[in-house]
Protein backbone atom coordinates (compact mmCIF):
# COMPACT_ATOMS: atom_id res chain seq x y z
CA UNK A 1 0.00 0.00 0.00
CA UNK A 2 2.81 2.02 0.00
CA UNK A 3 3.80 4.86 -2.63
CA UNK A 4 6.56 4.95 -5.20
CA UNK A 5 7.59 7.79 -7.02
CA UNK A 6 11.03 8.36 -9.34
CA UNK A 7 12.27 11.29 -11.50
CA UNK A 8 14.70 12.04 -13.64
CA UNK A 9 15.32 15.42 -15.39
CA UNK A 10 18.00 18.46 -15.98
CA UNK A 11 17.70 20.17 -12.77
CA UNK A 12 17.30 19.48 -9.08
CA UNK A 13 14.40 16.46 -8.60
CA UNK A 14 13.54 16.78 -4.95
CA UNK A 15 10.62 19.16 -5.13
CA UNK A 16 9.40 17.02 -7.59
CA UNK A 17 9.94 13.95 -5.58
CA UNK A 18 7.98 15.59 -2.85
CA UNK A 19 5.08 16.39 -4.47
CA UNK A 20 4.52 12.97 -5.62
CA UNK A 21 4.36 11.79 -2.81
CA UNK A 22 2.06 14.62 -1.61
CA UNK A 23 -0.34 12.86 -4.38
CA UNK A 24 0.15 9.30 -3.44
CA UNK A 25 0.23 10.21 0.33
CA UNK A 26 -3.31 8.05 0.55
CA UNK A 27 -0.93 5.21 -0.14
CA UNK A 28 0.45 5.74 3.16
CA UNK A 29 1.51 8.24 5.62
CA UNK A 30 3.83 6.43 8.84
CA UNK A 31 6.89 8.03 6.72
CA UNK A 32 8.70 8.95 4.04
CA UNK A 33 11.38 9.52 2.14
CA UNK A 34 13.61 10.24 -0.56
CA UNK A 35 17.16 9.08 -1.86
CA UNK A 36 18.55 11.48 -4.71
CA UNK A 37 22.02 10.81 -6.97
CA UNK A 38 24.48 13.51 -5.63
CA UNK A 39 27.89 14.21 -7.40
CA UNK A 40 28.95 12.38 -3.96
CA UNK A 41 26.96 9.24 -4.40
CA UNK A 42 23.04 8.78 -2.98
CA UNK A 43 22.03 10.85 -0.25
CA UNK A 44 18.60 9.61 1.61
CA UNK A 45 16.37 12.26 3.59
CA UNK A 46 13.32 10.54 5.34
CA UNK A 47 11.05 11.73 8.07
CA UNK A 48 8.54 10.24 10.37
CA UNK A 49 4.84 10.95 9.84
CA UNK A 50 3.27 12.68 6.84
CA UNK A 51 4.75 14.39 3.67
CA UNK A 52 4.97 17.78 5.21
CA UNK A 53 7.92 16.53 7.80
CA UNK A 54 9.63 15.43 4.81
CA UNK A 55 9.10 18.80 2.72
CA UNK A 56 10.89 20.17 5.91
CA UNK A 57 13.79 18.11 5.79
CA UNK A 58 14.43 18.33 2.20
CA UNK A 59 14.04 21.79 2.04
CA UNK A 60 16.44 21.98 4.79
CA UNK A 61 19.18 19.63 3.23
CA UNK A 62 18.36 20.86 -0.12
CA UNK A 63 19.60 17.77 -2.12
CA UNK A 64 20.80 18.84 -5.32
CA UNK A 65 20.54 15.51 -7.69
CA UNK A 66 19.13 15.36 -10.99
CA UNK A 67 17.72 11.76 -10.46
CA UNK A 68 15.49 10.47 -7.12
CA UNK A 69 13.25 7.51 -6.12
CA UNK A 70 10.94 8.05 -3.41
CA UNK A 71 8.79 6.47 -1.52
CA UNK A 72 5.47 7.46 1.61
CA UNK A 73 5.11 4.23 3.62
CA UNK A 74 2.48 2.17 5.43
CA UNK A 75 4.16 -0.30 7.41
CA UNK A 76 4.43 -3.77 7.20
CA UNK A 77 7.37 -5.03 8.60
CA UNK A 78 8.97 -2.81 11.45
CA UNK A 79 7.80 -0.26 12.94
CA UNK A 80 6.95 3.47 11.31
CA UNK A 81 10.77 5.00 12.17
CA UNK A 82 13.47 6.85 10.85
CA UNK A 83 15.30 3.29 10.58
CA UNK A 84 12.35 1.68 8.59
CA UNK A 85 12.03 4.37 6.37
CA UNK A 86 12.18 3.72 2.69
CA UNK A 87 14.14 4.52 0.61
CA UNK A 88 16.97 1.69 1.96
CA UNK A 89 20.68 1.49 0.85
CA UNK A 90 23.01 -0.86 0.10
CA UNK A 91 26.69 0.21 -1.50
CA UNK A 92 25.68 1.67 -4.63
CA UNK A 93 22.41 1.01 -4.61
CA UNK A 94 19.07 2.48 -3.52
CA UNK A 95 15.77 1.06 -3.47
CA UNK A 96 12.01 1.37 -2.57
CA UNK A 97 9.42 -0.88 -2.43
CA UNK A 98 5.73 -1.52 -2.53
CA UNK A 99 4.45 -4.97 -1.46
CA UNK A 100 6.09 -7.88 0.80
CA UNK A 101 9.08 -10.24 0.48
CA UNK A 102 7.65 -13.33 2.32
CA UNK A 103 11.01 -15.11 2.05
CA UNK A 104 12.72 -11.75 3.32
CA UNK A 105 13.52 -13.67 6.88
CA UNK A 106 15.95 -16.69 5.13
CA UNK A 107 17.52 -13.52 2.73
CA UNK A 108 18.08 -11.58 5.61
CA UNK A 109 20.14 -14.59 7.58
CA UNK A 110 21.84 -15.61 4.36
CA UNK A 111 22.66 -11.75 3.57
CA UNK A 112 24.00 -11.23 6.98
CA UNK A 113 25.90 -14.58 6.88
CA UNK A 114 27.90 -13.00 3.84
CA UNK A 115 28.49 -9.85 6.26
CA UNK A 116 26.29 -7.94 4.69
CA UNK A 117 24.76 -5.18 7.46
CA UNK A 118 21.49 -4.88 7.29
CA UNK A 119 20.10 -2.06 9.82
CA UNK A 120 16.22 -1.74 9.38
CA UNK A 121 13.80 -4.35 10.85
CA UNK A 122 12.13 -4.57 6.97
CA UNK A 123 11.19 -7.14 4.88
CA UNK A 124 12.43 -4.69 2.01
CA UNK A 125 16.09 -3.93 2.67
CA UNK A 126 17.26 -7.63 1.54
CA UNK A 127 16.29 -6.20 -1.65
CA UNK A 128 19.36 -3.60 -2.29
CA UNK A 129 21.53 -6.03 -0.70
CA UNK A 130 20.76 -8.66 -3.21
CA UNK A 131 21.23 -6.03 -6.24
CA UNK A 132 24.22 -4.43 -4.79
CA UNK A 133 26.26 -7.47 -4.28
CA UNK A 134 25.37 -9.18 -7.97
CA UNK A 135 26.76 -6.12 -9.31
CA UNK A 136 29.94 -6.51 -7.32
CA UNK A 137 30.34 -9.24 -8.93
CA UNK A 138 29.86 -8.32 -12.37
CA UNK A 139 26.12 -8.10 -12.92
CA UNK A 140 24.52 -5.02 -15.32
CA UNK A 141 22.13 -3.14 -12.92
CA UNK A 142 19.06 -4.79 -14.87
CA UNK A 143 20.65 -8.76 -14.49
CA UNK A 144 20.85 -7.74 -11.11
CA UNK A 145 17.37 -6.47 -10.68
CA UNK A 146 16.47 -9.95 -12.73
CA UNK A 147 18.42 -12.13 -10.80
CA UNK A 148 16.14 -10.59 -7.37
CA UNK A 149 13.28 -10.62 -8.96
CA UNK A 150 13.91 -14.83 -9.31
CA UNK A 151 14.77 -14.77 -5.74
CA UNK A 152 11.94 -13.18 -4.01
CA UNK A 153 8.74 -14.58 -3.47
CA UNK A 154 5.69 -12.34 -2.73
CA UNK A 155 3.79 -9.28 -4.37
CA UNK A 156 5.85 -5.89 -5.33
CA UNK A 157 6.83 -2.94 -7.06
CA UNK A 158 10.60 -1.77 -6.69
CA UNK A 159 12.12 1.70 -8.30
CA UNK A 160 16.01 1.52 -8.33
CA UNK A 161 18.82 3.41 -8.40
CA UNK A 162 22.58 2.72 -9.20
CA UNK A 163 25.30 5.26 -8.39
CA UNK A 164 27.14 3.81 -11.75
CA UNK A 165 23.99 4.83 -13.60
CA UNK A 166 23.43 9.09 -13.68
CA UNK A 167 20.69 9.66 -15.77
CA UNK A 168 18.85 6.08 -15.59
CA UNK A 169 16.35 5.00 -12.57
CA UNK A 170 15.01 1.23 -13.08
CA UNK A 171 11.33 -0.33 -12.73
CA UNK A 172 10.61 -3.63 -11.62
CA UNK A 173 6.52 -4.93 -11.30
CA UNK A 174 5.68 -8.23 -9.70
CA UNK A 175 1.72 -7.78 -8.40
CA UNK A 176 2.16 -4.13 -7.14
CA UNK A 177 0.92 -1.57 -9.31
CA UNK A 178 4.09 0.35 -11.33
CA UNK A 179 3.48 3.02 -14.53
CA UNK A 180 6.33 4.86 -16.32
CA UNK A 181 6.35 7.99 -18.50
CA UNK A 182 8.43 10.79 -20.00
CA UNK A 183 7.17 13.98 -19.92
CA UNK A 184 7.95 17.38 -21.12
CA UNK A 185 10.36 17.59 -17.59
CA UNK A 186 11.74 14.19 -18.06
CA UNK A 187 10.87 10.83 -17.24
CA UNK A 188 8.82 9.56 -14.44
CA UNK A 189 7.90 6.27 -12.20
CA UNK A 190 4.96 6.46 -9.77
CA UNK A 191 2.52 3.64 -8.05
CA UNK A 192 -0.68 5.48 -9.75
CA UNK A 193 -0.76 7.41 -13.08
CA UNK A 194 -2.46 10.57 -11.57
CA UNK A 195 0.41 11.15 -9.28
CA UNK A 196 1.77 11.82 -12.82
CA UNK A 197 -0.92 14.70 -13.83
CA UNK A 198 0.91 17.85 -14.62
CA UNK A 199 4.39 16.03 -15.70
CA UNK A 200 2.94 13.62 -18.83
CA UNK A 201 -0.34 13.64 -20.83
CA UNK A 202 0.49 9.71 -21.07
CA UNK A 203 1.84 6.55 -18.86
CA UNK A 204 2.75 3.42 -19.75
CA UNK A 205 1.49 0.35 -17.35
CA UNK A 206 3.79 -2.22 -16.42
CA UNK A 207 2.80 -5.93 -16.56
CA UNK A 208 3.88 -8.45 -13.91
CA UNK A 209 7.68 -9.39 -14.76
CA UNK A 210 8.49 -6.13 -16.68
CA UNK A 211 11.57 -4.35 -16.15
CA UNK A 212 11.94 -0.62 -17.14
CA UNK A 213 14.60 1.38 -17.81
CA UNK A 214 14.10 5.25 -17.66
CA UNK A 215 15.90 8.59 -18.04
CA UNK A 216 15.51 12.01 -19.24
CA UNK A 217 13.92 11.07 -22.61
CA UNK A 218 13.57 7.54 -23.09
CA UNK A 219 11.87 4.85 -21.76
CA UNK A 220 12.28 0.61 -22.32
CA UNK A 221 10.05 -1.88 -20.86
CA UNK A 222 11.33 -5.43 -21.23
CA UNK A 223 9.18 -8.59 -20.29
CA UNK A 224 10.61 -11.06 -17.92
CA UNK A 225 12.37 -13.41 -20.71
CA UNK A 226 14.13 -9.90 -21.49
CA UNK A 227 12.96 -8.64 -24.76
CA UNK A 228 11.61 -5.50 -25.32
CA UNK A 229 7.84 -4.93 -25.49
CA UNK A 230 5.46 -1.99 -26.35
CA UNK A 231 2.64 -1.74 -23.39
CA UNK A 232 -0.85 -0.43 -23.17
CA UNK A 233 -0.53 3.45 -22.99
CA UNK A 234 -2.98 5.04 -21.13
CA UNK A 235 -3.88 8.72 -20.81
CA UNK A 236 -3.29 10.76 -17.54
CA UNK A 237 -5.72 13.50 -16.62
CA UNK A 238 -3.76 16.77 -16.15
CA UNK A 239 -6.59 17.59 -13.19
CA UNK A 240 -6.31 14.22 -11.47
CA UNK A 241 -4.45 14.78 -8.84
CA UNK A 242 -5.97 18.43 -7.92
CA UNK A 243 -5.84 18.52 -4.18
CA UNK A 244 -7.99 21.75 -3.65
CA UNK A 245 -9.81 21.41 -0.91
CA UNK A 246 -12.64 24.06 -2.61
CA UNK A 247 -13.09 25.95 0.88
CA UNK A 248 -13.82 22.45 2.81
CA UNK A 249 -12.21 21.38 5.94
CA UNK A 250 -11.23 18.02 5.14
CA UNK A 251 -11.36 15.56 1.86
CA UNK A 252 -14.41 13.28 3.60
CA UNK A 253 -16.39 16.56 3.79
CA UNK A 254 -16.08 17.47 0.22
CA UNK A 255 -16.60 14.34 -0.73
CA UNK A 256 -19.65 13.68 1.37
CA UNK A 257 -21.02 16.83 -0.61
CA UNK A 258 -19.49 15.68 -4.17
CA UNK A 259 -22.02 12.61 -4.36
CA UNK A 260 -24.73 14.41 -5.87
CA UNK A 261 -22.72 15.54 -8.70
CA UNK A 262 -21.59 11.50 -8.83
CA UNK A 263 -25.02 10.18 -9.49
CA UNK A 264 -25.98 12.74 -11.70
CA UNK A 265 -22.43 11.39 -13.62
CA UNK A 266 -23.73 8.05 -13.11
CA UNK A 267 -26.93 9.13 -14.45
CA UNK A 268 -26.31 10.76 -17.41
CA UNK A 269 -23.30 8.02 -18.49
CA UNK A 270 -25.92 5.09 -17.81
CA UNK A 271 -29.54 6.33 -17.83
CA UNK A 272 -30.64 4.71 -21.38
CA UNK A 273 -31.88 1.18 -20.42
CA UNK A 274 -30.18 -1.57 -21.50
CA UNK A 275 -26.71 0.47 -21.63
CA UNK A 276 -25.41 -1.06 -18.62
CA UNK A 277 -25.74 -4.97 -20.26
CA UNK A 278 -23.40 -4.08 -22.78
CA UNK A 279 -20.39 -4.29 -20.75
CA UNK A 280 -21.44 -7.59 -19.59
CA UNK A 281 -18.95 -10.58 -20.87
CA UNK A 282 -21.92 -12.83 -21.51
CA UNK A 283 -25.71 -11.98 -22.38
CA UNK A 284 -28.28 -11.58 -19.52
CA UNK A 285 -30.06 -14.29 -20.25
CA UNK A 286 -27.25 -16.87 -20.04
CA UNK A 287 -26.72 -15.77 -16.42
CA UNK A 288 -27.67 -18.48 -14.30
CA UNK A 289 -25.60 -17.36 -11.24
CA UNK A 290 -23.35 -14.26 -9.95
CA UNK A 291 -20.93 -14.01 -7.20
CA UNK A 292 -19.99 -11.14 -5.87
CA UNK A 293 -16.52 -10.44 -4.85
CA UNK A 294 -15.15 -7.70 -2.85
CA UNK A 295 -13.40 -6.30 0.66
CA UNK A 296 -14.36 -3.47 3.14
CA UNK A 297 -16.72 -1.14 1.93
CA UNK A 298 -17.00 -2.91 -1.70
CA UNK A 299 -18.24 -5.57 0.15
CA UNK A 300 -21.55 -3.91 2.14
CA UNK A 301 -22.06 -2.44 -1.66
CA UNK A 302 -22.00 -6.22 -2.87
CA UNK A 303 -24.21 -7.42 0.19
CA UNK A 304 -27.20 -4.84 -0.72
CA UNK A 305 -26.58 -5.83 -4.39
CA UNK A 306 -27.51 -9.44 -3.36
CA UNK A 307 -30.68 -8.69 -2.83
CA UNK A 308 -30.94 -6.18 -6.03
CA UNK A 309 -29.98 -9.23 -8.25
CA UNK A 310 -32.25 -11.80 -6.60
CA UNK A 311 -35.18 -10.28 -6.31
CA UNK A 312 -35.63 -7.84 -9.97
CA UNK A 313 -33.51 -9.74 -11.86
CA UNK A 314 -34.25 -13.50 -9.99
CA UNK A 315 -30.30 -14.61 -10.38
CA UNK A 316 -28.84 -16.89 -7.62
CA UNK A 317 -26.57 -14.14 -6.27
CA UNK A 318 -23.38 -15.01 -4.14
CA UNK A 319 -21.06 -12.83 -2.13
CA UNK A 320 -18.06 -13.22 -0.86
CA UNK A 321 -15.05 -11.50 1.43
CA UNK A 322 -11.92 -11.61 -1.51
CA UNK A 323 -9.36 -12.52 1.38
CA UNK A 324 -10.95 -15.58 2.14
CA UNK A 325 -12.65 -16.61 -1.45
CA UNK A 326 -9.10 -16.65 -2.69
CA UNK A 327 -7.91 -19.47 -0.53
CA UNK A 328 -11.40 -21.75 -0.78
CA UNK A 329 -11.62 -24.68 -3.48
CA UNK A 330 -12.54 -23.90 -6.37
CA UNK A 331 -14.91 -25.61 -8.10
CA UNK A 332 -14.73 -25.39 -12.10
CA UNK A 333 -17.37 -22.60 -13.18
CA UNK A 334 -20.30 -24.08 -14.94
CA UNK A 335 -21.89 -22.25 -17.78
CA UNK A 336 -23.77 -18.90 -17.28
CA UNK A 337 -21.61 -17.99 -14.12
CA UNK A 338 -20.72 -14.44 -13.80
CA UNK A 339 -17.93 -13.52 -11.38
CA UNK A 340 -18.48 -9.44 -10.26
CA UNK A 341 -15.09 -8.01 -8.39
CA UNK A 342 -15.94 -4.91 -7.08
CA UNK A 343 -12.72 -2.17 -6.12
CA UNK A 344 -12.52 1.35 -5.91
CA UNK A 345 -8.57 0.89 -6.47
CA UNK A 346 -8.61 -1.46 -8.93
CA UNK A 347 -5.88 -2.43 -7.33
CA UNK A 348 -6.98 -4.76 -4.08
CA UNK A 349 -4.45 -7.21 -3.89
CA UNK A 350 -6.94 -10.20 -2.80
CA UNK A 351 -9.79 -9.66 -5.31
CA UNK A 352 -7.35 -8.99 -7.75
CA UNK A 353 -5.92 -12.55 -6.93
CA UNK A 354 -9.23 -13.80 -7.11
CA UNK A 355 -10.05 -12.57 -10.33
CA UNK A 356 -7.02 -14.65 -12.06
CA UNK A 357 -8.33 -17.68 -10.16
CA UNK A 358 -11.70 -17.47 -11.55
CA UNK A 359 -10.32 -16.92 -15.24
CA UNK A 360 -8.09 -19.30 -15.08
CA UNK A 361 -11.01 -21.32 -14.03
CA UNK A 362 -13.35 -20.41 -17.05
CA UNK A 363 -15.65 -17.89 -15.23
CA UNK A 364 -17.06 -14.71 -17.23
CA UNK A 365 -15.70 -11.64 -15.14
CA UNK A 366 -17.00 -8.18 -14.96
CA UNK A 367 -14.95 -5.24 -12.82
CA UNK A 368 -16.25 -2.26 -10.80
CA UNK A 369 -14.02 0.21 -10.61
CA UNK A 370 -13.47 3.39 -10.09
CA UNK A 371 -9.58 4.07 -11.53
CA UNK A 372 -10.45 3.02 -15.64
CA UNK A 373 -6.47 1.99 -15.74
CA UNK A 374 -6.12 0.09 -13.14
CA UNK A 375 -5.18 -3.79 -13.11
CA UNK A 376 -9.30 -4.92 -12.30
CA UNK A 377 -10.20 -2.92 -15.35
CA UNK A 378 -7.30 -4.05 -17.62
CA UNK A 379 -7.33 -7.66 -16.58
CA UNK A 380 -11.15 -8.69 -16.19
CA UNK A 381 -12.77 -9.90 -19.42
CA UNK A 382 -15.10 -6.10 -19.08
CA UNK A 383 -15.39 -3.49 -16.73
CA UNK A 384 -17.88 -0.61 -15.53
CA UNK A 385 -16.06 2.65 -14.65
CA UNK A 386 -17.89 4.23 -11.48
CA UNK A 387 -17.19 7.95 -12.38
CA UNK A 388 -16.67 9.00 -8.83
CA UNK A 389 -13.51 10.79 -9.11
CA UNK A 390 -10.09 11.12 -7.33
CA UNK A 391 -11.26 9.84 -3.58
CA UNK A 392 -8.84 11.26 -1.60
CA UNK A 393 -10.48 10.61 1.64
CA UNK A 394 -9.03 7.33 3.35
CA UNK A 395 -12.65 6.29 4.44
CA UNK A 396 -14.43 5.72 1.26
CA UNK A 397 -17.94 7.84 0.52
CA UNK A 398 -18.59 8.96 -2.98
CA UNK A 399 -17.20 5.27 -4.27
CA UNK A 400 -19.21 3.60 -2.31
CA UNK A 401 -22.74 5.67 -3.46
CA UNK A 402 -21.40 5.09 -7.06
CA UNK A 403 -20.76 1.40 -6.15
CA UNK A 404 -24.43 1.06 -5.15
CA UNK A 405 -25.88 3.38 -8.17
CA UNK A 406 -24.08 1.34 -10.76
CA UNK A 407 -25.32 -2.04 -9.19
CA UNK A 408 -29.13 -0.96 -8.73
CA UNK A 409 -28.78 -0.11 -12.04
CA UNK A 410 -27.35 -2.67 -13.70
CA UNK A 411 -29.79 -5.35 -11.50
CA UNK A 412 -32.93 -3.25 -13.25
CA UNK A 413 -31.00 -3.74 -16.23
CA UNK A 414 -30.85 -7.23 -16.29
CA UNK A 415 -34.03 -7.62 -14.77
CA UNK A 416 -35.55 -5.53 -18.31
CA UNK A 417 -33.86 -7.83 -19.90
CA UNK A 418 -34.64 -11.03 -19.05
CA UNK A 419 -38.49 -9.63 -18.79
CA UNK A 420 -38.08 -10.74 -14.61
CA UNK A 421 -39.74 -7.03 -14.31
CA UNK A 422 -42.45 -5.70 -16.28
CA UNK A 423 -42.02 -2.82 -17.78
CA UNK A 424 -43.81 -0.28 -15.85
CA UNK A 425 -41.79 -1.61 -12.33
CA UNK A 426 -38.28 -0.87 -14.62
CA UNK A 427 -39.55 2.78 -15.46
CA UNK A 428 -40.30 3.05 -11.31
CA UNK A 429 -37.10 1.85 -10.70
CA UNK A 430 -35.45 3.67 -12.98
CA UNK A 431 -37.27 7.02 -11.42
CA UNK A 432 -36.30 6.33 -8.32
CA UNK A 433 -32.54 6.15 -9.73
CA UNK A 434 -33.14 9.59 -11.65
CA UNK A 435 -33.82 11.00 -8.98
CA UNK A 436 -31.22 10.22 -6.50
CA UNK A 437 -28.76 13.26 -7.18
CA UNK A 438 -31.54 15.71 -5.64
CA UNK A 439 -32.73 13.01 -3.15
CA UNK A 440 -29.17 12.96 -1.74
CA UNK A 441 -28.59 16.72 -1.70
CA UNK A 442 -31.98 16.76 0.14
CA UNK A 443 -30.05 14.52 3.07
CA UNK A 444 -27.03 16.51 3.21
CA UNK A 445 -29.20 19.57 4.36
CA UNK A 446 -29.81 17.51 7.73
CA UNK A 447 -25.78 18.35 8.66
CA UNK A 448 -26.74 20.15 11.98
CA UNK A 449 -29.03 17.34 13.24
CA UNK A 450 -26.04 15.07 12.80
CA UNK A 451 -23.15 17.36 14.20
CA UNK A 452 -25.55 17.19 17.30
CA UNK A 453 -25.96 14.08 17.81
CA UNK A 454 -21.91 13.31 17.00
CA UNK A 455 -21.78 15.59 20.35
CA UNK A 456 -23.27 12.41 22.36
CA UNK A 457 -21.02 10.00 21.06
CA UNK A 458 -17.59 11.71 22.61
CA UNK A 459 -17.47 9.15 25.50
CA UNK A 460 -18.64 6.46 24.15
CA UNK A 461 -16.73 3.13 24.60
CA UNK A 462 -18.56 1.42 21.86
CA UNK A 463 -21.64 1.77 19.54
CA UNK A 464 -23.65 -0.60 17.83
CA UNK A 465 -25.65 -0.36 14.28
CA UNK A 466 -28.94 -2.12 13.45
CA UNK A 467 -30.83 -3.21 9.97
CA UNK A 468 -32.75 -5.66 8.67
CA UNK A 469 -32.95 -6.33 4.68
CA UNK A 470 -31.09 -4.35 2.15
CA UNK A 471 -30.32 -1.58 5.25
CA UNK A 472 -28.31 -4.20 7.07
CA UNK A 473 -25.27 -3.89 5.03
CA UNK A 474 -25.71 -0.02 5.85
CA UNK A 475 -25.67 -0.37 9.22
CA UNK A 476 -22.04 -2.44 8.55
CA UNK A 477 -20.61 0.23 6.63
CA UNK A 478 -22.38 2.60 9.37
CA UNK A 479 -20.03 0.98 11.95
CA UNK A 480 -16.83 0.73 9.20
CA UNK A 481 -17.25 4.07 8.81
CA UNK A 482 -17.30 5.31 12.60
CA UNK A 483 -14.42 2.71 13.80
CA UNK A 484 -12.30 3.83 11.47
CA UNK A 485 -12.93 7.51 11.25
CA UNK A 486 -13.19 8.17 15.43
CA UNK A 487 -11.12 4.98 16.68
CA UNK A 488 -14.83 4.03 18.47
CA UNK A 489 -15.53 0.49 18.72
CA UNK A 490 -18.84 -0.08 16.29
CA UNK A 491 -19.87 -3.01 15.28
CA UNK A 492 -23.05 -3.29 12.72
CA UNK A 493 -25.69 -6.39 13.66
CA UNK A 494 -28.65 -7.64 11.94
CA UNK A 495 -31.93 -6.41 14.25
CA UNK A 496 -33.27 -10.22 14.22
CA UNK A 497 -30.28 -11.47 15.36
CA UNK A 498 -29.62 -9.26 18.52
CA UNK A 499 -31.36 -11.69 20.58
CA UNK A 500 -28.97 -14.38 19.44
CA UNK A 501 -25.79 -13.00 21.65
CA UNK A 502 -25.40 -9.12 20.85
CA UNK A 503 -28.11 -7.81 22.86
CA UNK A 504 -25.32 -8.61 26.10
CA UNK A 505 -23.54 -5.69 24.85
CA UNK A 506 -26.33 -3.41 26.14
CA UNK A 507 -26.13 -1.08 28.98
CA UNK A 508 -27.18 1.98 30.07
CA UNK A 509 -26.25 4.32 27.87
CA UNK A 510 -24.91 2.30 24.79
CA UNK A 511 -25.62 4.46 21.64
CA UNK A 512 -27.56 2.63 18.53
CA UNK A 513 -28.00 4.09 15.56
CA UNK A 514 -31.20 2.29 14.10
CA UNK A 515 -32.04 2.48 10.76
CA UNK A 516 -35.84 1.85 9.71
CA UNK A 517 -37.98 2.76 6.69
CA UNK A 518 -41.17 2.42 5.69
CA UNK A 519 -41.50 -1.33 3.78
CA UNK A 520 -42.47 -4.70 4.99
CA UNK A 521 -39.52 -5.18 7.62
CA UNK A 522 -40.94 -1.47 9.77
CA UNK A 523 -43.02 -3.94 12.33
CA UNK A 524 -39.91 -6.44 12.88
CA UNK A 525 -37.49 -3.67 12.87
CA UNK A 526 -39.17 -1.30 15.71
CA UNK A 527 -39.96 -4.81 17.87
CA UNK A 528 -36.18 -5.15 17.52
CA UNK A 529 -35.55 -1.42 18.58
CA UNK A 530 -37.72 -1.80 21.38
CA UNK A 531 -35.94 -4.60 23.04
CA UNK A 532 -32.92 -2.73 22.69
CA UNK A 533 -34.41 0.37 23.99
CA UNK A 534 -35.87 -1.74 26.95
CA UNK A 535 -32.58 -2.54 28.17
CA UNK A 536 -30.72 1.17 28.33
CA UNK A 537 -29.46 1.51 24.86
CA UNK A 538 -29.74 5.52 23.66
CA UNK A 539 -31.30 4.88 20.13
CA UNK A 540 -31.27 7.20 17.41
CA UNK A 541 -33.40 6.16 14.56
CA UNK A 542 -32.32 7.07 11.15
CA UNK A 543 -34.97 6.48 8.39
CA UNK A 544 -38.00 8.40 6.48
CA UNK A 545 -40.96 10.05 8.42
CA UNK A 546 -42.67 6.54 8.75
CA UNK A 547 -39.86 5.21 10.19
CA UNK A 548 -39.14 7.43 12.82
CA UNK A 549 -42.77 7.97 13.73
CA UNK A 550 -43.18 4.39 14.62
CA UNK A 551 -40.46 4.58 16.56
CA UNK A 552 -40.33 8.19 18.25
CA UNK A 553 -41.78 6.32 21.88
CA UNK A 554 -38.17 5.03 22.48
CA UNK A 555 -35.92 6.91 20.31
CA UNK A 556 -33.86 9.74 21.84
CA UNK A 557 -32.96 11.14 18.13
CA UNK A 558 -33.95 10.63 14.42
CA UNK A 559 -31.90 11.72 11.49
CA UNK A 560 -34.77 11.55 8.70
CA UNK A 561 -34.06 11.14 5.70
CA UNK A 562 -36.69 11.86 2.29
CA UNK A 563 -39.45 9.07 1.61
CA UNK A 564 -38.33 7.00 -1.73
CA UNK A 565 -38.46 3.72 -3.20
CA UNK A 566 -37.12 0.57 -1.27
CA UNK A 567 -34.75 0.26 -4.14
CA UNK A 568 -32.69 3.07 -3.22
CA UNK A 569 -33.53 3.64 0.54
CA UNK A 570 -29.47 1.89 0.97
CA UNK A 571 -28.45 4.57 -0.86
CA UNK A 572 -30.11 7.54 0.76
CA UNK A 573 -29.78 6.20 4.44
CA UNK A 574 -25.51 5.93 4.17
CA UNK A 575 -25.66 9.70 3.81
CA UNK A 576 -26.10 10.58 7.44
CA UNK A 577 -23.82 7.43 8.97
CA UNK A 578 -21.30 9.26 6.65
CA UNK A 579 -21.48 12.19 8.22
CA UNK A 580 -22.14 11.16 11.16
CA UNK A 581 -18.46 9.25 11.47
CA UNK A 582 -17.08 12.88 10.39
CA UNK A 583 -18.29 14.95 12.99
CA UNK A 584 -17.26 12.19 15.68
CA UNK A 585 -14.12 12.28 14.46
CA UNK A 586 -13.25 15.87 14.00
CA UNK A 587 -14.76 16.49 17.50
CA UNK A 588 -12.56 13.33 18.56
CA UNK A 589 -9.62 15.59 17.07
CA UNK A 590 -8.95 12.62 14.89
CA UNK A 591 -7.24 13.49 11.52
CA UNK A 592 -9.94 12.32 9.46
CA UNK A 593 -8.60 12.17 6.05
CA UNK A 594 -5.49 9.92 7.10
CA UNK A 595 -6.91 7.71 9.93
CA UNK A 596 -3.94 5.84 11.79
CA UNK A 597 -2.96 2.30 10.63
CA UNK A 598 -5.38 2.89 7.32
CA UNK A 599 -4.10 3.26 3.95
CA UNK A 600 -6.71 3.88 0.83
CA UNK A 601 -5.30 0.94 -1.47
CA UNK A 602 -4.35 -2.12 -0.26
CA UNK A 603 -2.22 -3.44 -2.43
CA UNK A 604 -0.48 -6.11 -0.10
CA UNK A 605 -2.17 -9.10 1.14
Known sequence: MCGIFGAVAERPVADVLVEGLRRLEYRGYDSAGVATLEQDGLRRVCAVGRVESLAGRVAAEQPRGNIGIAHTRWATHGRPNERNSHPHLAPGVAIVHNGIVENHRSLRAELSAQGCKLRSDTDTEVIPWLVSRRIAEGATVPAALREADRTLQGAYAVAALHEGTQDTMYGLRRGSPLVAAIGAGGGYLASDANALAGLADHAVCLEDGDLAKVSRDRLAVFDVNGNPVDRRVIHVDRNASVLDLDGYAHYMLKEIYEQPRVAGLINDRYQEQGVLSNFLPLPPQRIRRITMIACGTSYYAASVAKRWFEQLAHIRTDIEIASEYRYRPLPPAESGELAILISQSGETADTLACLHRLKAAG????????????????????????????????????????????????????????KTLGQGEILGALKSLDQLPSTIAATLHNETAVQALAESFQSARSALFVGRGALFPIALEGALKLKETSYIHAEGFPAGELKHGPIALIEEGTPVVALACSGELLDKTGSNIREIAARGARVTVVGDRAGILSLMDVAVGALTIPSCDELVQPIVATLPLQLLAYHVAVQRGVDVDRPRNLAKSVTVE
Open 363 to 418: CATLGLVNVVHSSLARDADSFIPLLAGVENGVASTKAFIAQLMVLARLAVDIAGRR
